[in-house]
């Protein structure tokens, strides 16, 4: 009956917008939008121009709350809406907007990027305009709020940097704050460390002089919004290692088609609406589907007529922070070189809803970047440098340069300039050709190694950037498949101690996985990679399993816990009890064991759980420091951490272990922002879920969960699956639905498939299209659009453009 309901809802939407086109100021020429029954716009435009307007047309309709929350909290103009416990966050984003040369700035990307980015503007613009006349509802999450949508500048789509995933500067800070109290050795198992390196502290740098909370600003600058709650300044509890993707590209010679499939599933934050949003683009000239973040124009995942195209994070280090000796006399200058340099000091103003005037606030940069943090007791100051604050480092903007290559070298010469996230592209075409290359701005950094804060009086500078082919690639590899997963893809031979591009990868668990099975399949099927993309196989346990399959205990609790993992085939599904003791010994009990054995008291509470290929590494290897026989303490040890492995899974699940399961801790469950701010009827509308899960954040179903109640916090929200050349084959999910809006049908549609591991086709024809249409949006061209409706208006976006 609901299908049915649906059905005949669509079929009246239809009708009607068949039967009065709808007139929007700024479109040049008459079009449609279609969206089909999985709520992907399908864009058919008169030229390239509007095909870019109506993107930001559509997704203003989609997802205006969204992106007007993306564009406020990249401004630093959070304060202005929400009021004064937004302001010390917008300070924050303020510090890292991008204040360069725009002209430098814009030219730094593909020779169309300014023009896409000025239509996709002007349609957001028009949208909201549409809403300020009156010919479109407020959607409910602004009344909810008690805020209003701006409007853009094409400015603000590129000056945002926070947004992107950044790296490694919270790294730097913990290893420094274990050299202060232990000695860099003691760092040994807070990150693997690839190829294997031995890190040095930086002559002139006291680890002692650096702050635990040197990072708040910056963690509130890259941090989401909150709503209803304390804007507390605590690290986010999502682990580095969720924040990546996987992806691979196999030659038609190892596919059961004879055509290449590519296949890409980025591994984010799980929020509500989606942190992607699909769309398809046609117009004379020009086609391209697939997923990009919904405030910026074009697609970054997905693929044209001829050439599909992936990407994931590549872990190079792109961050340092330094340290500077400040004047006593002048905190405002820092020591530089043989004197002293002043700092530049950039005053804004503030608006704070509430406040009858703006508050003045000072922001500080030294020559390196802004200055996050000052201790006045000590004379210190701190700045970060960042690759992404150069030109043309807008995060995944660089897309706007490959989405029309249609041949290798093209699609690789198009990334010679792209800047951040650092990412492995992956490409496949028609022509049978599939590559890879390692794309973004790399420090070079001649004389330290980048995992530990530098002194910022200029003996640790930046030589430029390591050039594009200095960066590993690769073109139709005689093994047929390339796949990348985060994890170290150096290959051999390379030069790491000369161009030191990073040593902090992601756990090698899902390129292992994807490799393996990638290895023993030589005719892969569009299906079998959406199994592998939802595959729960967790192959970092096996050399943890492997050291206890001798073990023994006398504890019955021990000894059914070693019985179940023994026979347990590494596969965490909703249903298995071994996955759930498994994961809890080993991510939450483990690592703590083997540092309360091991490691320094003093170091104990900024290692925490350490990291577990490092922690797997040293309990295959152990040492003296788990007494005179190290592999009797380290197996006392094992069996120890997985007692109270046991004791807290009783406490949760009971003792009747045959009830356990993974899918009873592991549960997906997504609110939106607005969530707490609802009235208690309306709360369960603003929510998808709970569901149990299965996977992990090392399984390729990347599915990252919060230790201190297992609900999952990251993974896998957007899924692809690419059949090349025969594109209405490919596959392709974004939980839980494309739209933000509570009141559509497509708010949460997609959210059982995607639980249970399952998809939606991505369809690109137009007959496909037409046969799964849903609504139909006639759009026309449309008279100017009404002036803005008071002098304060006005003023109101002037400030914001400024700011």
């Not at 997905?302 to 994931?312: I, K």
């Not at 170091?603 to 295959?620: F, H, K, M, N």
């Not at 003792?655 to 549960?667: A, F, I, N």
Request: net charge neutral; charged share 20%; glycine share 8%.
């Amino acid at each position: 009956m609901k299908r049915l309901a649906l059905a005949i809802a669509a079929v009246c939407l239809t009708t009607q917008a068949q039967a009065a086109p709808h007139p929007v100021a700024g479109l040049e020429k008459p079009a449609e939008i279609r969206i089909d029954r999985y709520g992907v716009p399908h864009i058919y435009a008169g030229s390239v121009r509007d095909a870019f307007f109506l993107q930001g047309y559509n997704v203003a309709r989609d997802r205006l709350w969204q992106i007007d929350l993306w564009r406020k909290r990249g401004l630093g103009l959070l304060a202005k809406d929400f009021g004064p416990a937004y302001a010390a966050q917008d300070r924050a984003a303020r510090l890292f907007l991008f204040r360069g040369d725009m002209k430098t700035e814009w030219a730094s990307y593909g020779p169309d990027a300014r023009s896409s980015t000025d239509a996709f503007v002007a349609g957001i613009n028009a949208y909201v305009r549409e809403i300020r006349a009156g010919a479109r509802p407020l959607p409910k999450e602004f009344a909810l709020a008690g805020s209003k949508p701006d409007l853009w500048s094409p400015d603000d789509v590129v000056r945002i940097r926070s947004h992107g995933l950044t790296r490694n500067v919270t790294n730097e800070v913990g290893r420094a704050r274990i050299a202060c109290v232990a000695g860099i050795d003691a760092a040994r198992l807070y990150k693997n460390l690839e190829p294997d390196w031995a890190p040095k502290l930086p002559a002139g740098l006291d680890p002692c002089d650096i702050p635990a909370d040197v990072l708040d600003d910056y963690q509130l600058a890259t941090q989401g919004v909150k709503f209803g709650g304390t804007q507390a300044r605590a690290a986010l509890d999502i682990p580095p290692d969720a924040l990546g993707s996987n992806n691979w590209t196999i030659a038609g010679s190892h596919t059961a088609t004879g055509r290449p499939i590519l296949a890409n599933d980025p591994h984010r934050e799980h929020s509500l609406p989606s942190l992607r949003y699909i769309a398809h683009l046609e117009a004379p000239g020009f086609s391209v589907i697939g997923a990009g973040e919904p405030a910026l124009p074009g697609v970054s995942i997905g693929h044209n007529a001829t050439a599909a195209f992936g990407l994931t994070i590549f872990p190079a280090d792109q961050e340092d922070l330094y340290v500077y000796e400040t004047d006593p006399k002048d905190a405002n200058r820092y020591r530089y070189g043989q004197g002293w340099e002043a700092m530049r000091l950039v005053q804004e103003k503030l608006v704070v809803k509430g406040e009858a005037k703006p508050r003045t606030i000072t922001l500080k940069f030294t020559r390196h970047g802004p200055v996050i943090h000052e201790t006045a007791d000590k004379h210190r100051a701190f700045s970060l440098r960042t690759a992404w604050s150069a030109p043309g480092t807008s995060a995944y903007f660089g897309s706007t340069g490959y989405m029309s290559a249609t041949s290798w070298p093209a699609f690789k010469g198009s990334l010679d300039h792209w800047g951040a996230p650092t990412e492995n592209q992956v490409y496949a075409d028609t022509a049978g050709h599939i590559g890879w290359v390692a794309a973004g701005l790399v420090p070079r950094r001649p004389n330290w190694d980048g995992l530990t804060p530098v002194p910022g009086d200029g003996r640790y500078e930046w030589a430029g950037f390591l050039k594009a082919d200095e960066l590993p690639s690769a073109a139709d590899p005689a093994q047929g498949w390339i796949a990348t997963a985060n994890a170290m893809n150096l290959p051999d031979g390379y030069p790491v101690a000369e161009r030191k591009v990073g040593f902090e990868w992601s756990n090698a668990s899902r390129l292992n996985r994807i490799s393996e099975v990638l290895g023993a399949n030589p005719k892969v099927s569009i299906r079998d990679a959406a199994t592998l993309q939802t595959d729960p196989t967790d192959v970092s346990a096996r050399p943890l399993i492997a050291l206890l399959q001798p073990l023994k205990s006398d504890d019955p609790q021990v000894s059914q816990a070693l019985n179940l993992l023994r026979t347990w085939d590494l596969r965490t599904g909703a249903h298995s009890a071994a996955a759930a003791v498994y994961e809890t010994w080993a991510t939450k009990h483990l690592g703590g064991a083997v540092i309360a054995r091991t490691a320094p008291a003093a170091a104990r509470p900024i290692l925490g759980q350490g990291d577990l290929a490092a922690v797997t590494r040293y309990l295959q290897a152990p040492d003296q420091a788990f007494g005179p026989d190290p592999t009797a303490g380290r197996d006392a040890v094992l069996l120890t951490a997985l007692k109270s492995a046991m004791q807290e899974l009783t406490g949760r699940m009971g003792p009747d272990v045959t009830t356990w399961s993974w899918g009873r801790l592991h549960v997906a469950e997504f609110h939106h922002a607005l969530t707490p701010l609802a009235p208690a009827d309306q709360k369960a509308a603003l929510g998808a879920g709970p569901a149990p899960m299965s996977g992990t954040g090392l399984s390729p179903m990347a599915a990252t969960w919060r230790e201190s109640d297992f609900r999952l916090t990251a993974g896998a929200s957007f899924r692809m699956v690419l059949d090349v050349g025969a594109w209405d084959n490919s596959l392709v999910i974004n939980t839980p639905g494309q739209s933000g809006n509570p009141d559509s049908p497509h708010f949460r549609d997609l959210f059982p498939l995607w639980v249970s591991g399952q998809y939606a086709p991505l369809l690109y024809s137009r007959a496909a299209v037409e046969a799964a249409t849903e609504e139909v949006l006639e759009l026309v061209p449309g008279r100017d659009p009404p002036a803005l409706s008071s002098l304060a208006d006005k003023l109101r976006v002037a400030t914001d453009r400024r700011h």
